[in-house]
């Protein structure tokens, strides 16, 4: 006799009285897998109230840094390249926001790797890839 069959042998032959609360709760589940019954919500199908993140931990990233010049005027200087270390959804700001390790860029290699400890909203950044 194989252990599913075995425990639900067990489970027949006590009555609710005797099986604890927690027991049996765990035991009815193990017995729904067993059965294969799914749960009543599918998590790939559930709706979040935010969207889902553009980058994920482990993203190979590229952002480009900006200087501000003369008369107030801001210009493209070099791209940094980097890697999510965490993401983060802001609630008050309604936008997910990453910390990131610079990995290497334009500026020189001793200044490699630097990890950012702020939370930097990912309106510029690319994926690396895509780069």
Partial sequence: MSENQATLQALEERSHSTVPRRELLQKAASVALLLGVKPLTDPAKKK??????AF???????????????????EEIEDEVGEVMGVCWH????????LINWTGGDAADWMYPVF???????????SASHA
């Fill in 116 to 126: 950012d400890e702020t939370l930097m909203p990912g309106d510029g950044f690319r």
């Fill in 91 to 98: 609630p008050q700001k309604k936008r997910w926001e990453y």
């Fill in 48 to 53: 979040y109230p935010y969207p889902a993140p």
């Fill in 56 to 74: 994920r931990i482990g993203d190979k990233i590229v952002s480009p840094w900006f200087e501000e010049i003369k008369d107030e005027e801001i």
